[in-house]
Nanobody, 119 residues
């Protein structure tokens, strides 16, 4: 199974920017979807953004126009550029990948990185 390591979280003031990175342990052509989720205290984990193998992106309404997801061509690293951050963006951010090996669907999660936005 592919291992994921996130980096780039931290503390930032409202209106600031952060860039999260998620590196996979190996390039894998079976990776179909790469994405970022977040979980705030007392709330359920929610999808922030995702990108398919073909480069199609999807964003939560709350981050549209502020966040941008991208990945390298080898599908080994996925990024989340976060601009105009708001206090409500404070959460632990998790990287996620979905891969298909034949008909078998597998999913992997990173360990999470804390993002804190102060007002």
């Amino acid at each position: 199974q592919v291992q994921l390591v996130e980096s780039g979280g931290g503390l930032v003031q409202a209106g600031g920017s952060l860039r999260l990175s998620c590196a996979a342990s190996r390039s894998d052509s079976s990776i179909n979807l790469m994405g970022w989720y977040r979980q705030a205290p007392g709330k359920e984990r929610e999808l922030v953004a995702s990108i398919t193998g073909g480069g199609r992106t999807n964003y939560a309404d709350s981050v549209k126009g502020r966040f941008t997801i991208s990945r390298d061509s080898a599908k080994k690293t996925v990024y989340l550029q976060m601009n105009s951050l708001k206090p409500e963006d404070t959460a632990i951010y998790y990287c996620n990948i979905v891969a298909y090996y034949g008909t078998v669907r597998t999913t992997s999660w990173g360990q999470g990185t804390q993002v804190t936005v102060s007002s």
